[in-house]
């Protein structure tokens, strides 16, 4: 049985397609967050995706299953008028909501977390809207050398920064990845840190190297 660990969230009516691209994009934030909260619940269920579609009020409200098993469909109405004009805490209050709105409904198919789940979009919102962590981390003791690789999701875009200490002094910080809010563009960039034998500190997704860090020079090449 798959685990529920997807949900997108889908502008549909009579929105122009620069709308609907950045409500899309600006979504990814929240439901990011809430995925990778509710991955740690270990849930499952029928349904590994919800599909949520937020209609202007031109559509029924419903949920059902989608052609492309395992995933759900869940319309709800919540017009928004000129998205790309409203402030980003009011948007990320309105995604918050509509994923309300929607993981209610969708209980009436599968049984959601909910209460869990608003726990998770709750904390999202007291932490300021702010989805960041910690992707990879490193300590080797013995050449007194730390690093670790910290991501952050905004509205606007996908970060990724290396921080390299040496006896807790920072020698080092490079960005590795900046690009649109969108897994598609970002996670073939979540990889692992390691050491080489002659002081190459890399930062590695599977053999493709995207960072390295020469411990005696301190630089980053």
Not at 108 to 113: D, E, G, L, T, Y
Not at 119 to 131: A, P, V
Not at 161 to 177: A, K, N, P
């Amino acid at each position: 049985m798959p685990k529920l660990s997807q949900i997108e969230l889908y502008l549909d009516g009579d929105y122009s397609k620069e709308e609907k691209r950045e409500f899309l994009f600006k979504s990814r934030s929240v439901c990011n967050f809430w995925e990778r909260e509710v991955s740690k619940l270990m849930f499952t269920s029928n349904y590994s995706r919800l599909n949520v579609y937020v209609s202007d009020g031109s559509k029924e409200e419903k949920v059902q299953p989608m052609k492309a098993v395992p995933f759900l469909e869940v319309i709800v109405h919540y017009p928004i008028s000129g998205i790309t004009k409203v402030e980003d805490i009011e948007l990320q209050q309105h995604y918050i909501n509509i994923l309300g709105i929607a993981l209610s409904a969708a209980r009436s198919v599968v049984p959601i977390p909910f209460e869990q789940s608003m726990d998770i979009l709750r904390r999202f919102e007291e932490n300021n809207y702010k989805n960041e962590w910690v992707q990879a981390a490193g300590v080797w003791e013995k050449k007194s050398i730390e690093s670790r690789v910290t991501a952050d999701l905004s509205l606007s875009e996908f970060k990724l920064t290396q921080y390299v200490y040496e006896s807790s002094e920072l020698v080092g910080e490079s960005v590795i990845l900046n690009t649109l809010p969108r897994e598609i563009l970002f996670n073939e960039y979540l990889g692992k840190l390691s050491l080489s034998k002659c002081g190459i500190l890399e930062y590695k997704k599977g053999k493709i190297v995207l960072s390295q860090f020469d411990i005696k020079s301190r630089r980053f090449s």
